[in-house]
Nanobody
Framework: QMKLAESGGGLVQPGGSLRLSCAAS????????IGWFRQAPGKEREGVSC????????NSADYVKGRFTVSRDNAKNTVYLQMNNLEPEDTAVYYC???????????????????WGPGTQVTVSS
């Protein structure tokens, strides 16, 4: 059974950092584009960052560029989201999702993803 599981969320002060992990089981991530999404209370789920199967291409939303970095370790079947200089507006449940060979031009659109993790809560507050 194909599964994704996020970890690494928590409570952090503004300006702090967290690293989220997305671990896959039941399948290998090599052929999958992985997207990170987030959903704040009362808001739509939005794309944050995505990375190609090889890790050679990434794409990030303007509101996280320069602060968030997506990477992957296919040997560990895991994708990471390093989040620096966190702001209260970054508070949300963060999800990872997988789509087979999805192009970077489409990777911010959640409708293309067939596999989702349950999410991990990130709270940025003093």
């Amino acid at each position: 059974q194909m599964k994704l599981a996020e970890s690494g969320g928590g409570l952090v002060q503004p300006g702090g950092s967290l690293r989220l992990s997305c671990a896959a089981s039941g399948f290998t991530l090599d052929d999958y584009t992985i997207g990170w999404f987030r959903q704040a209370p009362g808001k739509e789920r939005e794309g944050v960052s995505c990375i190609s199967g090889s890790g050679g291409s990434t794409n990030s939303a303007d509101y996280v560029k320069g602060r968030f970095t997506v990477s992957r370790d296919n040997a560990k079947n895991t994708v990471y989201l390093q989040m620096n200089n966190l702001e209260p507006e970054d508070t949300a449940v963060y999800y990872c999702a997988a789509a087979a060979r999805l192009s970077m031009g489409l990777c911010a659109r959640r409708i293309y993803y067939g596999y989702w993790g349950p999410g991990t809560q990130v709270t940025v507050s003093s």
